[in-house]
């Protein structure tokens, strides 16, 4: 299935189709292009809770995100990388109720992989797949995650954010 065709069945209908352009002017602002998919999905379905347990920053709510969280997730000496808007930082795109902060790491290429400190673990989790094929399939329960909940019968309720 089309990754957008499965978040449409999975979230509903895009909530923000038009804050796209707002996350291409973070990330210019930031010095780095974005991974594609997660500017389509979090520019068409970000600042969201879903199913009141995953916050995901779109184009409005990233930037204010990331400048709240960077300092913090940088002081400790745990944290294996820098955060954007540090140059050459990790981008933190999202969080779960939990505490759990999940990054996208560039590793060149265009490649931008998950990775997440899960903080009732106290460590980081690489998972070693890019946003657009890493969303749809955890949401989906489709990667095997003893961190996420069992997630209810899509579409699933999404609590926005301002």
């Keep these: 299935m089309h990754q957008g065709a499965e ?9 923000r189709p038009d804050s796209k352009a707002a996350l291409e002017e973070v990330a210019a602002d930031w010095g780095v292009t974005f991974p594609r998919h997660f500017v389509g999905i979090a520019g068409s379905f970000g600042d969201v809770v879903v199913c009141e347990y995953l916050l995901l920053c779109g184009g409005p ?13 940088e ?6 990388c820098k955060v954007l808007p540090s140059s050459g930082g ?3 795109w999202e969080n779960t109720v939990e505490g759990d902060q999940l990054f996208l790491v560039d590793r060149g290429g265009g490649r931008w992989t998950a990775l997440a400190f899960r903080r009732n673990w106290h460590d980081w989790h690489d998972m070693d797949m890019e946003f657009g094929e890493w969303l749809p399939r955890v949401l ?3 990667v095997e995650t003893d961190w996420m ?5 899509p579409p699933y309720e999404l609590e926005t954010v301002d």
């Design 61 to 73: 709510g990233l930037r204010g995100y990331a400048h709240l969280m960077a300092a913090r997730m």
């Design 140 to 142: 989906a329960g489709e």
């Design 7 to 15: 978040l449409v069945r999975l979230l509903g209908q895009p909530s």
């Design 149 to 153: 909940p069992e997630w209810s019968a």
């Design 90 to 92: 990790a981008l933190l």
């Design 75 to 80: 002081e400790p000496s745990t944290v294996p």
